[in-house]
């Protein structure tokens, strides 16, 4: 096998890492050629390792991957971006590991998505910055679901398909979207949605970040906007999340 054929390169983000063997490291990576892989970084471990330190969640690396019988072998590392203002802060550690989790949830290995990749790198970017950690959270939900191809609908309800007016609706999970107040009064699952929420969904829905970067959220519709989400979410994943009870602890600190 040509050295070509033996190894390859790829720009990866560590989404987290597992103990492996004495001294071994497995690691999940969302990587922009290859979507999530899974390598091992062989004596990673050991204290004198020079690779440790570039192989740490929530870090943006360039690796060298050798195949190997199992799972490829890093030989090469160097990060790209650790995102130091972010490891600072509880809080913004709690919402990375948030949309770290999330992707992992929602992707497979090996299914190259580079779309999601970006809103990944630029995701944790934003969250590295000063921008309110809860409205980047939120946009990234609201686009994660457009890129897998479960954008909610809500623009036109998604019963009988009339135009939704600037009034408070309802939300159908099940339905994923607004229902109109005639449809929602008929659909027992349906919850409410006030107007605000709504607005907000539709401007990030619509809209690149920076025009919605400006906006400051208050806490009580972050909420709103964070139970809707969930729910839409953990429905969609049949399965809850871990890390929104982190946030909450950190939250209540």
């Given at each position: 096998?040509?050295?070509?054929?033996?190894?390859?390169?790829?720009?990866?983000?560590?989404?987290?890492?597992s103990?492996?063997?004495?001294?071994?490291?497995?690691?999940?990576?969302?990587?922009?050629?290859?979507?999530?892989?899974?390598?091992?970084?062989?004596?990673?471990?050991?204290?004198?390792?020079?690779?440790?330190?570039?192989?740490?969640?929530?870090?943006?690396?360039?690796?060298?991957?050798?195949?190997?019988?199992?799972?490829?072998?890093?030989?090469?590392?160097?990060?790209?971006?650790?995102?130091?203002?972010?490891?600072?802060?509880?809080?913004?550690?709690?919402?990375?590991?948030?949309?770290?989790?999330?992707?992992?949830?929602?992707?497979?290995?090996d299914?190259?998505?580079?779309?999601?990749?970006?809103?990944?790198?630029?995701?944790?970017?934003?969250?590295?910055?000063?921008?309110?950690?809860?409205?980047?959270?939120?946009?990234?939900?609201?686009?994660l679901?457009?890129?897998?191809?479960?954008?909610?609908?809500?623009?036109?309800?998604?019963?009988?398909?009339?135009?939704?007016q600037?009034?408070?609706?309802?939300?159908?999970?099940p339905?994923?979207?607004?229902?109109?107040?005639?449809?929602?009064?008929?659909?027992?699952?349906?919850?409410?949605?006030?107007?605000?929420?709504?607005?907000?969904?539709?401007?990030?829905?619509?809209?690149?970040?920076?025009?919605?970067?400006?906006?400051?959220?208050?806490?009580?519709?972050?909420?709103?906007?964070?139970?809707?989400?969930?729910?839409?979410?953990?429905?969609?994943?049949?399965?809850?999340?871990?890390?929104?009870?982190?946030?909450?602890?950190?939250?209540?600190?």
């Amino acid at each position: 096998m040509r050295q070509r054929e033996r190894s390859f390169r790829v720009e990866a983000v560590v989404l987290r890492h597992s103990d492996w063997g004495e001294a071994d490291r497995l690691l999940w990576l969302y990587s922009r050629e290859k979507g999530k892989i899974r390598a091992t970084a062989k004596g990673v471990r050991k204290m004198r390792s020079r690779k440790a330190g570039h192989l740490e969640p929530f870090t943006r690396v360039s690796l060298q991957l050798a195949r190997a019988r199992d799972f490829p072998i890093v030989t090469q590392a160097e990060a790209l971006d650790v995102y130091l203002t972010l490891r600072e802060d509880l809080l913004r550690v709690g919402y990375a590991a948030y949309i770290i989790e999330l992707l992992d949830r929602f992707t497979y290995e090996d299914d190259e998505n580079q779309s999601l990749y970006r809103l990944l790198t630029d995701t944790l970017a934003r969250l590295n910055t000063d921008l309110p950690p809860a409205l980047v959270a939120r946009y990234y939900e609201i686009w994660l679901l457009d890129a897998l191809g479960y954008r909610p609908q809500l623009f036109h309800c998604v019963k009988c398909e009339s135009e939704i007016q600037p009034e408070d609706q309802y939300f159908s999970i099940p339905q994923g979207g607004v229902l109109c107040p005639k449809c929602g009064l008929d659909s027992p699952e349906a919850v409410s949605l006030r107007l605000p929420v709504l607005k907000v969904m539709r401007h990030f829905q619509r809209s690149p970040f920076a025009d919605v970067a400006h906006l400051r959220i208050s806490p009580d519709l972050d909420r709103q906007l964070e139970t809707l989400m969930q729910n839409y979410l953990t429905y969609i994943l049949e399965r809850g999340l871990n890390s929104p009870a982190f946030l909450r602890h950190v939250r209540a600190s």
